[in-house]
């Protein structure tokens, strides 16, 4: 909780000044005034020592592994007996985040002041998401809070092993790629251009591809700061685009119309929502709260537009079948299908759960193979890349032959 160093005016109107903690100036105001005094400056206390990672927004992120083994920990020890804030303030000792752990010795003290844990957790929406917080509501007022923190805990797993598994057949070909990038870059500078002046004083005329090259070389080598600049600039341009709400439409709408991936990003939400969906239900969750919580939880913008519309329309008294109907190109004919069914015999719970462990697996099974067809489509393109290398060069170096004779 931070701290204020404040100043204020008793009843006979003497100043008094001294340092309290609150969440606000507001909260400040209010204890002060229950102790007779009257606020009349405040400005909270900064501690340098923390200044300089807490004023970067990338230092404020929480793993998903972190916040996984914090549910899984926290379930264990509610279960065991051992109340909420002694919990918190070992789980805040166990955790390596500077930050996460200053998150928990937070929500233990709003605890100790009679917050509720969700109420307490909602204050931190850059660490636990509005599907965390609103389960772990439903948990506390249902009584069934070490089950809904076992259920986060499986679905935070499940998430976390997609995501290993599509990063972990990625990085090969990521890594190849960059390679390639830099060594045709410095073939371009370096290279090139001693090779290129025999050409070019023979006075001859080149092949297209041949002159391409040239060019090339010649825009890089004879402009290094620009370029290397360029290398650098790009790619930041490129991040920057994309964190920015039309990159982001942009390059999710790329992820779900592009062929190699558009399978994978497809398969990994409707899992995700189907799980999601799952636990919320049986939780006790209503369905219309359940996909608006789902919703603020997409990070695709078209999932989150589809999941938005089914919430108004099931709100409206459409069943969930026919509302995510409307969106053929986000979920497939079987997905609606089996809802439809779960929705006639009453079993929606299980059936979203059989729906999300057989995408899980379908993922699983691309994945496995991902590395292999990616692997393929790598050999081709730097096959075709020294290809066209070779003939640039190789075939000027023919033309010279002929010159001389």
Excluded at 108 to 125: F, H, M, R, V, W
């Amino acid at each position: 909780m931070p701290l204020y160093t404040y100043r204020a005016r008793d009843e006979k109107g003497q100043a008094i000044s001294g340092i309290m903690p609150a969440e606000n100036k507001a909260e400040l105001a209010h204890t002060l005034k229950n102790q007779g005094l009257l606020l009349v400056f405040a400005n909270q206390k900064t501690d340098k020592k923390k200044l300089s990672w807490q004023g970067l927004p990338f230092l404020k992120r929480v793993s998903l592994t972190e916040k996984m083994m914090f549910t899984k920990h926290l379930s264990v020890m509610i279960k065991s007996g051992l109340p909420i804030p002694r919990a918190l303030e070992i789980l805040a000792i166990q955790t390596k985040s500077n930050y996460f752990r200053e998150v928990l010795n937070n929500v233990k003290e709003k605890i100790k002041t009679g917050s509720s844990l969700a109420d307490s957790l909602q204050d931190y929406p850059r660490v636990f998401s509005s599907l965390f917080t609103s389960s772990i509501r439903i948990g506390e007022i249902g009584g069934t809070l070490e089950e809904v923190l076992e259920l986060l805990a499986l679905q935070m797993q499940k998430e976390h092993d997609i995501r290993a598994k599509v990063r972990g057949a990625m990085i090969y070909p990521s890594v190849i790629i960059v390679v390639m990038i830099v060594i045709a870059i410095l073939m371009m500078i370096f290279v090139i251009p001693n090779l290129m002046k025999i050409f070019s004083e023979m006075n001859i005329e080149l092949p297209i591809t041949t002159r391409l090259i040239i060019a090339t070389s010649n825009l890089l080598s004879n402009h290094i700061i620009i370029s290397l600049a360029g290398l650098v600039t790009i790619p930041l341009l490129l991040l920057f685009f994309k964190s920015s709400p039309p990159g982001k439409k942009f390059f999710h709408f790329i992820f779900i119309h592009t062929p190699l991936i558009k399978n994978i990003v497809k398969k990994i939400y409707i899992a995700r929502i189907a799980r999601t969906l799952s636990s919320l239900l049986k939780s006790g969750v209503a369905i219309v709260n359940a996909l608006d919580i789902i919703a603020d939880s997409m990070e695709n913008t078209y999932f989150k537009i589809a999941m938005r519309r089914a919430s108004e329309m099931v709100q409206r008294g459409l069943p969930l079948n026919k509302a995510i109907a409307d969106f053929p190109q986000l979920f497939a004919p079987m997905v609606i299908q089996m809802i439809r069914v779960g929705e006639e015999t009453g079993s929606s719970e299980q059936i979203l759960t059989q729906l999300a462990d057989f995408y899980e697996k379908e993922v699983d099974d691309i994945t496995k193979n991902l590395s292999s067809v990616i692997e393929s489509a790598l050999i081709l393109v730097i096959g075709g890349a020294v290809g066209f290398f070779a003939i640039s060069v190789i075939q000027p170096m023919y033309m010279v032959m002929d010159y001389m004779e």
